[in-house]
């Protein structure tokens, strides 16, 4: 078992903190409308993105999926930006244009943000291709629900990493519904491992809801890849705690199987652990929070102050245009 050091246990602690403080705003915000459209938090599910991400270098590549606030916070897409670009403002990272489902920002070599369901499967491929043909050592994680596996994407998208060895970490994060389907009503086979086992790839399924796990299990996978292994693959299991929107009556699942996973809450129970294991205070707790509460609120000042992309602006960037690209 690969088991963090102190200092870093206790970083990617203050990230799921991060995380879900930032969200649990978005939440309200959402009902205060001042972010519109389309919401998804991914509140319960925080210790899959910090405990992969924590492997990752600056020159490495993300993918995520429209439930992918954390991953970008993490990633380090400020804070400010990616409040503002849910709150559509010109400051946000996609320039007010993408709202919550579509964070970009390529100084974090953070690709999305993809509200098509295994839309980042294909944009992960080719972008570790890119790295292989280029000599470059990076790595890409692609985060993707258990839903896309039913795509025909993931496939295409699995045969061509293993088939040409790509340097590709995919990362199942299962959290058993796409939507309001079961997995069972859906998939054949439910053991989302042994489905990518199917393509020469060596998988895992991995416990989600707990932080050292997740750690344990991406670090080998990511050294893995290092060392010239190839794609890898984790199913990490996990649950969302919300609705799968914020437009979501949840008539699928009943209040006792949510109670149940909500008792195993990643961040409670990595608080306990490291609080038992002298790691954690109350003193350090309290600056986790307060300083998790000071960036979200920083990042709403911002947001709440950001302007409109001018109108005349907007047949702008419809087509690549190189060397005005950035705002
Ligand atoms: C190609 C495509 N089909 C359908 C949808 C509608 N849709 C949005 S989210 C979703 C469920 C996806 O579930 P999953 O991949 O398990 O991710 P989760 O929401 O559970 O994180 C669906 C079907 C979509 N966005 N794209």
Redesign the pocket.
Known sequence: MIVADPQTRLAMFGDMVRVRRFEERCAELYTETKIRGFL?LYIGEEAVAVGVLHHLGPDDAVVG???EHGHALVRGVPANSIMAEMFGRYEGCSRGRGGSMHLFDAATRFYGGN?????GLPLAVGLALADKMQGRSNVTACF??????A?GEFHESMNLAALWDLPVLFVC???L???G?ALERSESVTDMALKAAGYAMPSWAVDGMDLDAVWDAAGHAVQAIRAGGGPQFLEMRTY?FRA??MFDPERYRDKAEVTGWKERDPIETMRERLAAGGVLDDEAMTSIESAATAEVDEAVAFADAGTLEPVEQLTRWVTSEPEEAQP
Do not use: L, P, Q
Request: aromatic fraction near 12%.
């Open positions: 998804h999926t429209y439930r509200a098509i369901v295994g839309g993707f629900g258990e839903g896309a596996m795509e994060e299962n959290n519904y796409a939507m389907t969302r799968h929107s």
